[in-house]
């Protein structure tokens, strides 16, 4: 059974820091491409970030400079460090793999942050 595990979403004021984690199980995580969206209330879902199985990272513009998204395949877990938060970050989070047809998907983390 494939479970995709996250934890680190909370409240915080606008220029603070949060970082985000998912944890995989169940599939060969190290050839995954892993993703982290967003969706904010009355907004589709939105891809904020990107790490293939090779390393490489693509970004929303939104967020390119304050974001970062990484992975530890040992750990099978993927991160998303986010800095200088804005009040329009606010949203729920959501890991996400793929590799070929098969796809994830994270519960969600809420993510709030105030002005």
């Known amino acids: 059974q494939v479970q995709l595990v996250e934890s680190g979403g909370d409240l915080v004021q606008a220029g603070g820091s949060l970082r985000l984690s998912c944890t995989a199980s169940g599939i060969t995580f190290r050839v995954y491409a892993a993703n982290w969206y967003r969706q904010a209330p009355g907004n589709q879902r939105e891809l904020v970030a990107t790490?293939?199985?090779?390393?490489?990272?693509a970004y929303a513009d939104s967020v390119k400079g304050r974001f970062t998204i990484s992975r530890d395949n040992a750990k099978n877990t993927m991160y998303l460090q986010m800095n200088s938060l804005k009040p329009e970050d606010t949203a729920v989070y959501y890991c996400?793999?793929?590799?070929?047809?098969?796809?994830?998907w994270g519960q969600g983390t809420q993510v709030t942050v105030s002005s």
């Open positions: 790490v293939t199985g090779g390393g490489s990272t």
């Open positions: 996400n793999v793929g590799y070929g047809t098969s796809t994830y």
